[in-house]
């Protein structure tokens, strides 16, 4: 039996209806309570012998029916379960019968997780994640181009040596959460309502930094908990720049290389992902100079910012997040810049906001609604100082 699996009572139920192979029929025989201390009485019931004899069979046979039934459903599991498994000498699949098997398997897989190969919680549909991001993702050319590519490379390894961190930096409204979202969605079948993945708000989670001791324990226990009930875990933390620099020091073993394991051997794959504002400021600047400068916004490639955003994070003293070992030992992979919004892109996002709801639009109400926005610098009005943040509410106000 397959160790950690229970067998389970409705199963056992089921097996007593199976006709047992071999069985012998009743016609020919004798009377039931010849050959048996039983008294007459209890074979007034002509099915009683039939019904004791499959209680016997199945109490015999149970255990390795269903760790038949567990090869079928978990075949990476059976490598080590000897006569268990299928095709071992005395035991196979005719024993049983492929199609009782059939029957149970989509039984157990009505109400449990199993699918043909793998954990079906993890979809990790990256060409989905990338058709997503192009659509419904606006003004961020850069995070459609890196964040696919460096999911599914990761992805793509059988033995990653630490854990994938992204380290997503941006003014409000510039769609960091609406991209962990995506990632959500597109990497597990339920989204972020997965047992796989876990959120945390560092106002919310970790509120008080006299109880840090408390919170490194309790978080810890939430990984080693997630990372044992899924082989792909997705960690976010949210206001990422507001968690003491302490408690970051328990992701340490999980992003850190480490040595290659035994031949053959799998090592669990976690993402975690870092949703701040810090330096948002200083990112919006460099933005605004190289535009003034002439360059087209899809000119900007992650080196112009990358390496300037690392700097400035590593070097802020106002942040718990900028001085963790994260960033000061480089454990991040990649900080991904998220740029400022121009009314244009707002203005897609009203759209999006319209047709989300279901509500006819005109041209106007869109102009409308982008107009409501504030846009900075003074002087340029050219970003919105809130991004798309609080579009759909602002619809309310444009509707007849």
């Known amino acids: 039996m397959l160790p950690g699996r229970r067998f389970p009572v409705g199963l056992g139920l089921l097996l007593l209806l199976l006709p047992l192979p071999g069985a012998p029929g009743r016609r020919g025989a004798g009377p ?15 099915g009683f012998q039939r019904l004791r004899e499959r209680l016997r069979a199945a109490g015999a046979l149970s255990k390795r029916y ?9 075949p990476d599991g059976c490598e080590d379960d000897g006569e268990a498994a299928a095709g071992a000498p005395g035991w196979s699949l005719p024993l049983l019968g492929q ?22 919680r993890i979809s990790n549909n990256v060409t989905g994640l990338e058709a997503d991001l192009n659509v419904r993702l606006h ?13 599914r490379d990761y992805l793509a390894r059988p033995r ?13 409204g510039t769609g960091k959460n609406f991209v962990a979202r995506m990632l ?17 708000i560092a106002t919310f989670h970790f509120p008080h930094s006299k109880y840090v001791d408390l919170y490194k324990e309790q978080l810890l226990g939430r990984i080693q908990e997630t990372q044992q009930l899924c082989p792909q875990p997705l960690f976010v933390f949210d206001e990422a720049e507001k968690l003491h620099p302490g408690l970051l020091e328990v992701l340490r073993p999980h992003l850190e290389r480490r040595a290659p394991e035994g031949h053959g051997a799998k090592s669990p794959r976690t993402i975690f992902l870092f949703l701040s504002n810090l330096r948002g400021n200083v990112l919006n600047e460099v933005v605004l100079n190289l535009l003034k400068a002439g360059w087209s916004r899809e000119e900007i490639t992650a080196e112009h910012l990358e390496p300037h955003l690392h700097a400035e994070i590593a070097g802020s003293t106002d ?3 900028g001085r963790s070992c994260l960033v000061r030992d480089n454990l991040i992979d990649h900080f991904v810049p998220f740029l400022p919004l121009e009314r244009r892109h707002v203005r897609l996002c009203v759209r999006d906001a319209f047709l989300s709801q279901g509500l006819r639009y005109a041209e106007e109400a869109l102009d409308e609604v982008a107009d409501m926005m504030v846009y900075v610098p003074r002087e340029e009005q050219l970003f919105s100082s809130q991004g798309c943040k609080s579009v759909s509410q602002r619809i309310a106000y444009s509707l007849p």
């Not at 269903?66 to 978990?74: F, G, I, K, N, P």
């Open 184 to 200: 959500a969605e597109n990497l597990y079948r339920d989204g972020l309502k997965s047992d796989c993945v876990k959120m945390f």
């Open 99 to 120: 199609q009782y098997l059939d029957v149970l398997t989509a039984w157990y897989c009505s109400f449990q997780d199993c699918c043909d190969g793998g954990d079906c």
């Open 66 to 74: 269903w760790a038949l039934l567990s090869c079928q459903v978990w």
């Open 32 to 46: 039931p309570w010849e050959g048996t201390d039983e008294p007459r009485s209890a074979w007034a019931w002509p």
């Open 160 to 172: 990653p040596d630490k854990a994938l961190a992204l380290s997503f930096h941006g003014w409000s």
């Open 319 to 321: 942040s718990g997040f």
């Open 139 to 151: 003004g961020q050319h850069l995070v459609q181009k890196l964040i696919p590519r460096t999911v």
